[in-house]
């Protein structure tokens, strides 16, 4: 079965490449399950609970998130009451949203995806590995197909969490850089790995925000309002094959489109 990840979406642009090629991508790339990370669909800055909405209703099964998830004050109340959004797992469980869901995917298969966050030039949080591990403990063992959305600045960590679930969980994908990285392989366990599946929105940009202003921000230290960039739309998303059976990949490809 084919799983679809697409990487942060990033203000209207991203949302905009999503409304336009999703229905395409999911009956071209047979794809059974679909999941976005979304930190970032409201002008770059957090997701509202209209825009969450929005992306649901494009098609769109399960939306992960990041540090930014807690930008707009809005989407506070909108978590508990709706799993299908996830904020990483290992923020305190006293906060609103859960890091787990398990759903069915369109051919009924069961579907854990887990959101978790890095520790290394991020926020503080608790320990993502730890987390992992509390959170594949307390899944049903029937439930084998596992995504794990692993949001973090450093490749090293990433690296790390997914020869740490190797074997345990069908992908590791990275999330937050913004840049899609050309190392998506099956680790020897069976686990789908790529450090960053990149952004969905404007490339035209650094990393998605508008360009002058980020160098300016550089130039003088200064803490400079960004704007969300309006050009250089791509759509940038990982595609995981994984046999319903044993919960184990057997394929990972990019997939990016304009
Ligand atoms: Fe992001
Ligand atoms: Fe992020």
Not at 30 to 55: D, H, M, V, Y
Not at 100 to 117: C, I
Request: charged share 20%; proline share 5%; aromatic share 6%.
């Amino acid at each position: 079965m084919n799983i679809l990840f697409i990487g942060d979406i990033f203000a209207s642009v991203g949302r905009s490449l999503v409304a336009r090629h999703l229905q395409d991508i999911i009956s071209s790339e047979k794809i059974q399950l679909a999941i976005a990370n979304a930190e970032n669909s409201a002008g770059g800055f957090g997701i509202t609970p209209l825009i969450a909405q929005e992306l649901f209703s494009m098609g769109l099964d399960v939306l992960t998130s990041g540090n930014h998830i807690w930008d707009k004050k809005e989407i506070f109340d909108y978590l508990p009451r709706n799993p299908r959004l996830l904020r990483p797992a290992n923020y305190p469980d006293e906060l609103p949203g859960c890091g787990l869901l398990v759903t069915k995917a369109r051919n009924g298969v069961q579907v854990a995806v887990m959101d978790l966050q890095g520790r290394v030039h991020m926020p503080a949080t608790d320990c993502p590995f730890r987390k992992a591990d509390v959170l594949l403990a307390s899944l049903d063992a029937h439930v084998k197909v596992r995504i794990v959305d692993f949001h973090a600045e450093v490749t090293s960590e990433k690296m790390a969490m997914g020869w740490h679930l190797n074997g345990r969980v069908s992908a590791v994908l990275g999330t937050h850089t913004h840049v899609p990285t050309a190392d998506e392989r099956v680790l020897s366990g069976g686990t789908a790995y790529q450090s960053d599946v990149g952004m969905t929105g404007p490339y035209d940009s650094v990393i998605g925000s508008e360009k002058t202003l980020a160098v300016r921000r550089f130039l003088t230290g200064m803490p400079i309002r960004l704007d969300s960039a309006k050009t250089g739309g791509e759509l940038h998303a990982t595609v995981v094959t994984v046999d319903p059976q044993t919960g184990h990949a057997v394929g990972i490809r990019r997939f990016s489109c304009r």
